[in-house]
């Protein structure tokens, strides 16, 4: 059987980084930045006043309490200014530009609040509640590096330095086609011999979490021309696709007797436990990387977190790698097969600790969605004593 880390390399080699693409920033949030990012002029642009308030000299105030003369009001957005004489002040709001000749903000709160004339109470030091233009950036500084991933704050910077568009790697587009003659969409009954098809659901919820767009792309029978022709109709719009089921050793096995004769798509035993037969290759002219996904529930959901995420984040530009794993300490013995490695489903408690979940059954999507971890027994290991030091994946 194969290794998970050889199929994971077998993956990451297979798939590449999609194309730059240019976006409006409103589209930008959840890609990753494919080009360096500066400021083309120093942030903030001019030196302007944290506080309202009102501008001065410094020296003119040393010896405060003073009276002065105001002689102007200088709102945020005000351009051309006069410049601050010895011995006077101007009104001045929060982010409007300070006036030549001035050198430091004297807070309104210390003052009389005069307009004409005002009463200053304390002595205000040079560069008080003054902003320093480039304080925040130089005009050149890099603000964003490649590889950058685009969150609220990153968008927030790139609209501050003055863009409107940004080139990134796009959000890679995901088709996830499940397959089963006895898969019924949720929210209509159940026949007899059916059950509610939820695979996608689940799978296109890990692509969206993980940065991609995911389409559910409906249920194909057990019926290898039929997935074909869904297939075909839906590399359209595909960067990658999914499917479920229909890979393992049965009479009706559509994904692997459609895929199968093409030559570009692999079906293997992965030596793990859940997710045992796996998938994956490239389809179409364009060369689609496809995964064919085994049907149990928590074996695709298993398979999604090992292989399309790390698979997804380098389409993404993001740095390559395998889903990340902490250590944890067990609360109880667990058990997995020989040979294999195992994910088995857990719960973190408290201080570190992490305990398997009662049901470990690969169609037990219940304990699945009771579990908020991954415990990776290694292939080598069989039986594990409560309090022993595990890695683990968090869901
Ligand atoms: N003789 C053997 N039988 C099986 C083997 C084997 O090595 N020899 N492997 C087992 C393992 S391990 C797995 S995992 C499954 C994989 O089976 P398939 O990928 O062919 O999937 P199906 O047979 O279509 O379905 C398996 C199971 O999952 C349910 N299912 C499928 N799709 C969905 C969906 N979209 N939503 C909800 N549930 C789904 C399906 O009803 C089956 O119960 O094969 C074992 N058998
Ligand atoms: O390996 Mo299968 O994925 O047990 O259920």
């Given at each position: 059987?194969?290794?998970?880390?050889?199929?994971?390399?077998d993956?990451?080699?297979?798939?590449?980084?999609?194309?730059?693409?240019?976006?409006?920033?409103?589209?930008?949030?959840?890609?990753?930045?494919?080009?360096e990012?500066?400021?083309?002029?120093?942030?903030?642009?001019?030196?302007?006043s944290?506080?309202?308030?009102?501008?001065?000299?410094s020296?003119?105030?040393?010896?405060?309490?003073?009276?002065?003369?105001?002689i102007?009001?200088i709102?945020?957005?005000?351009?051309?200014?006069q410049?601050?004489g010895?011995?006077?002040a101007m009104?001045?709001m929060?982010?409007a530009?300070?006036p030549?000749?001035?050198?430091?903000?004297?807070?309104?709160?210390?003052?009389?609040?005069?307009?004409?004339?005002?009463?200053?109470?304390?002595?205000?030091v040079?560069?008080?509640?003054?902003?320093r233009?480039?304080?925040?950036?130089?005009?050149?500084?890099?603000?964003?590096?490649?590889g950058?991933?685009?969150?609220p704050?990153?968008?927030?910077?790139?609209?501050?330095?003055?863009?409107?568009?940004?080139l990134?790697?796009?959000?890679?587009?995901?088709?996830?086609?499940?397959?089963?003659?006895?898969?019924?969409?949720?929210?209509?009954?159940?026949g007899?011999?059916?059950?509610?098809?939820?695979?996608?659901?689940?799978?296109?919820a890990?692509?969206?979490?993980?940065?991609?767009?995911g389409?559910?792309?409906?249920i194909?029978g057990?019926d290898?021309?039929?997935?074909?022709?869904?297939?075909?109709?839906?590399?359209?719009?595909?960067?990658?696709?999914i499917?479920?089921?229909?890979?393992?050793?049965?009479?009706?096995?559509?994904?692997k007797?459609?895929?199968?004769?093409l030559?570009?798509?692999?079906?293997?035993?992965?030596?793990?436990?859940?997710?045992?037969?796996q998938?994956?290759?490239?389809?179409?002219?364009?060369?689609?990387?496809?995964f064919?996904?085994?049907?149990?529930?928590?074996?695709?959901?298993?398979?999604?977190?090992?292989?399309?995420?790390?698979?997804l984040?380098?389409?993404q530009?993001?740095?390559?790698?395998?889903?990340p794993?902490?250590?944890?300490?067990?609360?109880?013995p667990?058990?997995?097969?020989?040979?294999?490695?195992?994910?088995?489903?857990?719960?973190?408690?408290p201080?570190?600790?992490?305990?398997?979940?009662r049901?470990?059954?690969?169609?037990?999507?219940a304990?699945?969605?009771?579990?908020?971890?991954?415990?990776?027994?290694?292939?080598?290991v069989t039986?594990?004593?409560?309090?022993?030091?595990?890695?683990?994946?968090?869901?």
């Amino acid at each position: 059987m194969k290794s998970v880390d050889d199929h994971l390399s077998d993956i990451l080699r297979t798939v590449r980084v999609l194309a730059p693409l240019e976006l409006e920033l409103e589209r930008a949030l959840g890609t990753t930045l494919a080009e360096e990012v500066a400021a083309p002029v120093a942030m903030p642009p001019f030196d302007n006043s944290a506080m309202d308030g009102y501008a001065v000299r410094s020296e003119d105030v040393a010896d405060a309490p003073v009276t002065l003369p105001v002689i102007d009001d200088i709102a945020a957005g005000d351009g051309r200014l006069q410049a601050i004489g010895p011995g006077m002040a101007m009104r001045i709001m929060t982010g409007a530009p300070l006036p030549a000749g001035a050198d430091a903000v004297v807070p309104v709160e210390w003052t009389d609040g005069g307009t004409a004339r005002v009463a200053i109470g304390r002595p205000a030091v040079k560069g008080n509640a003054v902003r320093r233009s480039g304080e925040d950036v130089r005009a050149g500084d890099v603000v964003l590096p490649v590889g950058t991933p685009i969150g609220p704050a990153q968008l927030g910077v790139l609209a501050g330095v003055g863009r409107r568009r940004v080139l990134v790697r796009p959000r890679p587009r995901v088709v996830v086609i499940s397959t089963g003659a006895e898969l019924v969409e949720p929210g209509l009954p159940l026949g007899p011999g059916q059950i509610w098809e939820s695979n996608s659901f689940a799978l296109v919820a890990g692509v969206r979490e993980a940065g991609g767009e995911g389409y559910r792309a409906g249920i194909v029978g057990d019926d290898a021309a039929g997935f074909l022709d869904q297939l075909d109709a839906q590399l359209l719009r595909a960067d990658l696709v999914i499917t479920s089921g229909g890979v393992s050793m049965g009479a009706y096995e559509p994904v692997k007797e459609a895929l199968g004769p093409l030559g570009t798509v692999r079906f293997e035993r992965v030596a793990m436990q859940p997710g045992m037969p796996q998938g994956f290759g490239v389809v179409g002219e364009d060369q689609v990387p496809i995964f064919a996904l085994p049907g149990n529930p928590v074996s695709s959901f298993v398979s999604f977190v090992l292989f399309v995420r790390p698979a997804l984040r380098k389409m993404q530009g993001l740095p390559e790698g395998p889903t990340p794993t902490v250590r944890a300490v067990t609360t109880g013995p667990l058990r997995s097969p020989e040979g294999k490695r195992s994910y088995l489903r857990g719960v973190f408690g408290p201080g570190g600790t992490v305990g398997p979940v009662r049901r470990q059954g690969s169609h037990q999507l219940a304990a699945l969605a009771a579990a908020n971890a991954l415990i990776v027994v290694p292939e080598d290991v069989t039986e594990l004593p409560e309090g022993t030091d595990v890695e683990v994946i968090p869901l």
